[in-house]
């Protein structure tokens, strides 16, 4: 039982209720504003404190606007729970980055990159794709808004605990093949519940192999196929990122990575399930229905079991499909390397005039490395405009929605209908795809431009 997952779990063990749940201990609680004003009102009712307000972090992020960040927000829904949000973090003493910090962005996109997120962590957040935080090495899982009000109270959790699984991707990726493809290609093969109850495990060389924002991009996607949470065990990779992260001494840093060498998982690990698929086998992917489970290869033809929701043609090629939006962002796909794998694809051609297309960095660090690097200029002369941060239309909580009946390309992580507006019609893909369909106005194999 000597797993990653298990490692972390009985290190942060406080008591286990026979037959019952473990009470765990939280290192870092992640906050935004739309599953924490039920949980803050609850203490004001309760007469509670926040235990420890400094291992909680707050920001806006879903219902932000992606434009004008420096004016109100306009719409009375948006801007009332990113009000709410300050006015706790205020009154509790917990640290908040703000619309226009310098800091602020998509939380999951945030934690990493400002040093919060560690190796050998347990780390919550009510929102589901809290799973990306795995990809440091920490046990990391969304929780809902009663259990966002215990973990302020307590800076502990009931949770049942987890099964285990380990998912091997041995082999080399092929040309134009991402960790986005990866996930979509995993959803696909184990379902959209193959997951349930367990915790998710990396493995493998292709694993090892991606990059720590590839492995942020994987880890994201857990949740779609129903895991509990996704993580990849530390390594030189993880150190290397880290490193100009941390908050601490050198020497600190160096006994902390030699505490983190001790995380993953030993040779004789036994988990509850264990699976292994070869890398050779993943194509850039696209999904055609209304669950990220509904995904076939680039090249492929639309499935039978394609939705009317959809409006797709089955047995056709998806390839050549007209495409009105692409969205390059979200805390799937809203990091450096996302935009410039999308900036590689563009680089000498021009947006396709019929395509309306929504590039939002997933942090104001994000937006500052796009300009220092030149990826906005080669953009802008493209015919893109970059955006202001946010998670925009990754979900319809703010400005930036997909008109009823149009189709967008989307670096997200969801396609359920009416996600990214009423009507609207999702296909989740890696930047290379969704940036090959943007000059060419259509679903494309990004391979043909690389």
Same mark, same amino acid.
């Given at each position: 039982?000597?797993?990653?997952?298990?490692? #972390?779990?009985?290190?942060?063990?406080?008591?286990?209720?026979?037959?019952?749940?473990?009470?765990?201990?939280?290192?870092?609680?992640?906050?935004?504003?739309?599953?924490?004003?039920?949980?803050?009102?609850?203490?004001?009712?309760?007469?509670? =404190?926040?235990?420890?307000?400094?291992?909680?972090?707050?920001?806006?992020?879903?219902?932000?606007?992606?434009?004008?960040?420096?004016?109100?927000?306009?719409?009375?829904?948006?801007?009332?729970p990113v009000e709410t949000l300050y006015n706790n973090a205020e009154q509790y003493g917990i640290e908040i980055y703000k619309i226009g910090d310098p800091r602020n962005g998509i939380i999951h996109v945030v934690g990493p990159e400002q040093g919060l997120t560690l190796p050998g962590m347990t780390i919550v957040c009510g929102d589901s794709h809290t799973s990306t935080h795995g990809a440091m090495g920490a046990v990391a899982f969304? #929780?809902?808004?009663?259990?966002?009000?215990?973990?302020?109270?307590? @800076? *502990?959790?009931?949770? @049942?605990?987890?099964?285990?699984?380990?998912? =091997?991707?041995?082999?080399?990726?092929?040309?134009?093949?991402?960790?986005?493809?990866?996930?979509?290609?995993?959803?696909? @093969?184990?379902?959209?519940?193959?997951?349930?109850?367990?915790?998710? /495990?990396?493995?493998?060389?292709?694993?090892?192999?991606?990059?720590?924002?590839?492995?942020?991009?994987?880890? =994201?996607?857990?949740?779609?196929?129903?895991?509990?949470?996704?993580?990849?065990?530390?390594?030189?990779?993880?150190?290397?990122?880290?490193?100009?992260?941390?908050?601490?001494?050198?020497?600190?840093?160096?006994?902390?990575?030699?505490?983190?060498?001790?995380?993953?998982?030993?040779?004789?690990?036994?988990?509850d399930k264990e699976l292994t698929f070869n890398a050779a086998d993943i194509e850039p992917r696209v999904t055609y229905g209304t669950n990220p489970g509904m995904g076939i290869a680039v090249t492929g033809n639309i499935p039978a079991d394609a939705t009317e929701y959809m409006k797709l043609p089955a047995g056709k090629p998806i390839a050549g499909t007209k495409v009105d939006y692409v969205f390059l962002g979200s805390c799937t796909?809203?990091? #450096? /390397?996302?935009?410039? !794998?999308? !900036?590689?694809?563009?680089?000498?051609?021009?947006?396709?005039?019929?395509?309306?297309?929504?590039?939002?960095?997933?942090? @104001?660090?994000?937006?500052?490395? #796009? /300009?220092?690097?030149?990826?906005?200029?080669?953009?802008?002369?493209?015919?893109?405009?970059?955006?202001?941060?946010? *998670?925009?239309?990754?979900?319809?909580?703010?400005?930036?929605?997909?008109?009823?009946?149009?189709? *967008?390309?989307?670096?997200? =992580?969801?396609?359920? /209908?009416?996600?990214?507006?009423?009507?609207?019609?999702?296909?989740?893909?890696?930047?290379?795809?969704?940036?090959?369909?943007?000059?060419?106005?259509?679903?494309?194999?990004?391979?043909?431009?690389?």
């Amino acid at each position: 039982m000597n797993t990653l997952i298990d490692k #972390i779990w009985e290190s942060h063990t406080i008591e286990t209720i026979d037959g019952g749940p473990t009470q765990l201990y939280i290192d870092r609680h992640y906050c935004h504003e739309v599953t924490s004003p039920q949980a803050f009102e609850a203490l004001r009712q309760r007469g509670l =404190n926040v235990l420890r307000p400094a291992q909680t972090t707050a920001m806006p992020d879903h219902n932000i606007p992606t434009h004008d960040q420096d004016k109100p927000i306009i719409d009375p829904s948006s801007r009332i729970p990113v009000e709410t949000l300050y006015n706790n973090a205020e009154q509790y003493g917990i640290e908040i980055y703000k619309i226009g910090d310098p800091r602020n962005g998509i939380i999951h996109v945030v934690g990493p990159e400002q040093g919060l997120t560690l190796p050998g962590m347990t780390i919550v957040c009510g929102d589901s794709h809290t799973s990306t935080h795995g990809a440091m090495g920490a046990v990391a899982f969304g #929780i809902g808004t009663s259990e966002v009000e215990m973990v302020l109270a307590s @800076q *502990c959790i009931l949770q @049942q605990r987890p099964k285990t699984m380990r998912i =091997n991707v041995e082999g080399q990726l092929g040309k134009g093949v991402t960790a986005k493809d990866i996930a979509l290609y995993l959803i696909a @093969q184990l379902g959209t519940a193959g997951a349930t109850g367990y915790f998710v /495990e990396y493995a493998g060389e292709a694993i090892r192999n991606l990059s720590m924002e590839g492995r942020m991009t994987l880890c =994201n996607m857990s949740i779609e196929m129903g895991a509990r949470g996704g993580l990849v065990a530390p390594d030189e990779t993880t150190f290397e990122y880290i490193r100009p992260r941390f908050k601490g001494s050198d020497a600190e840093f160096e006994a902390a990575v030699e505490k983190w060498r001790k995380l993953p998982s030993g040779p004789d690990a036994v988990f509850d399930k264990e699976l292994t698929f070869n890398a050779a086998d993943i194509e850039p992917r696209v999904t055609y229905g209304t669950n990220p489970g509904m995904g076939i290869a680039v090249t492929g033809n639309i499935p039978a079991d394609a939705t009317e929701y959809m409006k797709l043609p089955a047995g056709k090629p998806i390839a050549g499909t007209k495409v009105d939006y692409v969205f390059l962002g979200s805390c799937t796909n809203g990091r #450096i /390397e996302d935009f410039r !794998a999308f !900036a590689s694809i563009v680089e000498g051609r021009k947006k396709h005039p019929d395509v309306v297309a929504w590039l939002v960095p997933g942090s @104001q660090q994000v937006a500052r490395q #796009i /300009e220092a690097e030149g990826i906005g200029d080669r953009l802008r002369a493209a015919g893109f405009e970059i955006r202001q941060p946010g *998670c925009s239309a990754c979900l319809a909580m703010n400005d930036d929605k997909v008109p009823e009946g149009k189709l *967008c390309v989307s670096t997200s =992580n969801r396609n359920f /209908e009416g996600r990214q507006g009423q009507g609207a019609r999702t296909v989740l893909a890696s930047p290379l795809t969704a940036a090959a369909a943007a000059v060419t106005g259509v679903i494309t194999d990004p391979r043909t431009f690389i």
